[in-house]
């Protein structure tokens, strides 16, 4: 039975996407992960939200040498 998700993401499909989710189903494990580790197409990203990224990125970095340096603060007391 589908679930109201599923019929969401059928909806937005087009036909020959529906038809290879339906054949995806139908692979053994081998040729699952052979489809699967197909490579992806990059994003084309505007310029801002590209730049919110690298915001996001030093944001993360920033943040991770904050808790390192207090755990050896905190280490050291």
Known sequence: ???????GLLAVTTDSQSEHEELVGFLEPDQLVNDKARPVARAHLSGSTRFWLWVL??????????????FVA????
């Open 1 to 7: 039975m589908m679930t109201p998700r599923d019929q």
């Open 57 to 70: 990125r030093v944001f993360v970095v920033v943040v991770a040498v904050m808790v390192i340096w207090t």
């Open 74 to 77: 905190q280490l050291r007391a």
